[in-house]
């Protein structure tokens, strides 16, 4: 099956600098890589997602990049501000997305120093 | 439209018990998947429904179970409590589970004692 290993666990950066966080996947037929926030104590919700027929996405303050020949890909948040602060978890799937075969990595806690 | 809604959001059980955990999806939405989420082991799959039959399901023993009725509506059954079964158990709803977007509730929050 699928494997998603994350990078850092825990990422403290200072307000208004940049934050990346990596991820790895195992199986090359994987094709969808979303990414979702979990702020304390509330449910984690999607904010960005890409498919394996780009390269880069971007909304915002946000990005995604994906390397299919390397099989990782990342969240690039720039400018950070306080609202940054939270969980972030990556996932792949290999059908498309949903709950169809979707496997997490552990989380990585986002930490906005002000 | 009315988000996942997920009862009870907190309760307390002793080793040995059962529990049964619900989950009402967004209106329209077919599929509703389970994850169990514990601090540093992330969200870890569980099982997924769609239209009352499973149709995936995680590496978890036999005393985890579920079901999904005829209006999407599902539940999750764990006999023979362990502690280490204490956790924020989160279902998600999606309109066929290919769309994409998963749509979270906000958990139940199990404790064994």
């Known amino acids: 099956g699928e494997n998603v290993e994350q990078h850092p666990s825990t990422l403290s950066v200072q307000e208004g600098d940049s934050a990346v966080i990596k991820c790895t996947y195992s199986d090359s037929a994987s094709n969808y890589f979303p990414w979702y926030k979990q702020e304390l104590g509330k449910r984690p919700q999607l904010i960005i997602d890409?498919?394996?027929?780009?390269g880069e996405k971007k909304d915002q303050r946000i990005a995604v990049t994906l390397n299919k020949t390397a099989k990782h890909f990342s969240l690039h948040i720039t400018e950070t501000q306080p609202e940054d602060s939270a969980v972030y978890f990556c996932?792949?799937?290999?059908?498309?997305?949903?709950?169809?075969?979707?496997?997490f990595g552990k989380g990585t806690h986002l930490i906005i120093q002000p | 439209k009315a988000g996942v809604t997920q009862t009870p959001r907190y309760l307390i059980k002793t080793r040995g018990q059962q529990v049964t955990l619900s989950c009402s999806p967004i209106s329209g939405h077919r599929s509703v998947s389970w994850y169990q989420q514990t601090p540093g082991q992330g969200l870890q799959f569980l099982f997924e429904?769609?239209?009352?039959?499973?149709?995936n399901k995680g590496n978890f023993p036999g005393r985890f179970s579920g079901r999904q009725f005829s209006n999407s509506r599902s539940e999750m059954n764990v006999s023979t409590l362990e502690l280490g079964d204490s956790a924020l158990y989160l279902c998600?709803?999606?309109?066929?589970?290919?769309?994409?977007?998963?749509?979270f509730g906000e958990g139940s929050r199990l404790t064994v004692l």
């Open positions: 429904y769609f239209s009352e039959t499973q149709r």
């Open positions: 890409i498919r394996s027929n780009v």
């Open positions: 998600a709803s999606s309109f066929q589970g290919d769309t994409g977007e998963l749509f």
């Open positions: 996932a792949a799937s290999d059908s498309g997305g949903g709950a169809d075969g979707l496997t």
